[in-house]
Structure formats: structure tokens, C-alpha cells
């Protein structure tokens, strides 16, 4: 089994910066993708970046220039870093990794989701 803990979400003003970092631990499950999504109300979930094992990235247009993504295979942890925030950067955000587990069978798990705001 496969848990996943997130933290850094926060209030902070336009143009601030904010760094989420999610956790991943477990055994039997060999990872592969990390990666970022968002969601806000009445809205589908979105991708804002993913990093593979081999260290790809690859951004949403709306943050391109703005955030990087990067990983710790070590601790098995994902970060984003965002600056220059703009208040339609709000929205909850998701981590989620996916692999193989022992089985050879491809699996996905997400975070329960960290909250971003940003407002004057």
C-alpha cells in the first residue's frame, strides 16, 4: 500500500511564491510518475506538472515560467515550486504517483489534497 502526505499549501498574496511538498511511502510499489493536478469548484481536475524517473518535466501552459517541479527519489518526495502567483491560481491542489507494484500491474495514487489561495 501506497500513502501519500502533502503539505505547503497556505494563503499568500499576488505575486508571492509557495513551495507543496508530498510525501510518498510504502512498500512492493516501484514509482514511476509523480506529478501535480488542481481542481476548483464546478471544475474538472487539471495537471499542472509531472516529472518521471528519468527526470522529464512538463507543464501546464498556464504555469510554464512560474513553477518547477522536482523529486527526491531518496525520499520518495515530489515539490512544486510556484512563484508569482496569480489569484486564478487558486484551487486545491493533488499529488499523485503512479508505477508498478510487484504484480507488474500499473497502479495510480493520489494525496487527499492541499488548499491554495491567493488574494490581496
Known amino acids: 500500500q501506497v500513502q501519500l502526505v502533502e503539505s505547503g499549501g497556505g494563503l499568500v498574496q499576488p505575486g508571492g511564491s509557495l513551495r507543496l511538498s508530498c510525501a510518498a511511502s510504502?512498500?512492493?510499489?516501484?514509482?514511476?510518475?509523480m506529478g501535480w493536478y488542481r481542481q476548483t469548484p464546478g471544475k474538472q481536475r487539471d495537471v499542472v506538472a509531472t516529472i518521471t524517473n528519468a527526470g522529464r518535466t512538463n507543464y501546464a501552459d498556464s504555469v510554464k515560467g512560474r513553477c518547477t517541479i522536482s523529486r527526491d527519489n531518496a525520499k520518495k518526495t515530489v515539490y512544486l515550486q510556484m512563484n508569482s502567483l496569480k489569484p486564478e491560481d487558486t484551487a486545491v491542489y493533488y499529488c499523485n504517483v503512479r508505477g508498478t507494484r510487484w504484480d507488474f500491474k500499473d497502479y495510480d495514487y493520489w494525496g487527499q489534497g492541499t488548499q491554495v489561495t491567493v488574494s490581496s
Open positions: 510504502g512498500s512492493g510499489f516501484g514509482i514511476s510518475v
